[in-house]
Structures are given as C-alpha cells and as structure tokens.
C-alpha cells in the first residue's frame, strides 16, 4: 500500500519562502512520474510541478522561476520549495506519484494521492 504524506503548509506573507515535503511509504524510485498539484475552491486541480524518473521536470507558467520540485532519494521524499509566494498561490497542495506497469495490456497507470496541505499566502 503506497501512501504519500505531505507536511510544509502553512501561513506566509506575499514574497516570502515555504518548503513543502511530501513522504512516500516506499522508494521513489519505484515511480514513474512525481510532483505537485494545488486546488482553490471553485477550480479543478492543477499542475504545480512535476519529475520524472529520468529527472525531466515540468512546471505550471504561473510558477516557473519561483518554484523548484526535487526528491530526496535517501529519505523517499518529493520536495516543492516554493519562492516569491503570492497571493494566487493560496491552496490545498497535493502530492502525487504515478507508476505505470507495463507488463499488463493495456497498460496500467497507478495514481497515489496524499492528503493536501494548506498553503495560504497574506498581503
């Protein structure tokens, strides 16, 4: 049973710094893709940040240059180090983590969920 358990959120003002991290209860490296998604009431969740498994990263435009995903291989963690917050990046962030098994066909996506993390930026 894969769970994934984020820690970090909080309440900073606009322009500070916050670090989000997200414990997997197995290897990272077992996943395909990891990262971070948010969502604000009234909106669907969106694409934060992600890695893949080779190291390539995507970022959502709105946070390009501000914020940075990384994994800690040694303590299974996914980390979202979050820079010049602003008020728009108010929301509940959500770790996830994807395993694709290729051995079935079709092919079977695997998609683990933590449980959120309050981030509220202040002005």
């Known amino acids: 049973q894969v769970q994934l358990v984020e820690s970090g959120g909080g309440l900073v003002q606009t322009g500070g710094s916050l670090r989000l991290s997200c414990a997997a209860s197995?290897?990272?490296?077992?996943?395909?893709?990891v990262g971070w998604y948010r969502r604000t009431p009234g909106k669907q969740r969106e694409l934060v940040a992600t890695?893949?498994?080779?190291?390539?990263?995507n970022y959502a435009d709105s946070v390009k240059g501000r914020f940075t995903v990384s994994t800690d291989n040694a303590k299974n963690t996914v980390d979202l180090q979050m820079t010049s917050l602003k008020a728009e990046d108010t929301a509940v962030y959500y770790c996830?983590?994807?395993?694709?098994?290729?051995?079935?066909?079709?092919?079977?996506?695997?998609?683990?969920w933590g449980q959120g993390t309050q981030v509220t930026v202040s002005s």
């Open positions: 890695m893949t498994s080779g190291g390539s990263t």
């Open positions: 197995v290897s990272v490296f077992s996943f395909d893709t």
């Open positions: 996830n983590a994807v395993r694709v098994d290729r051995s079935r066909r079709p092919i079977i996506n695997y998609d683990y």
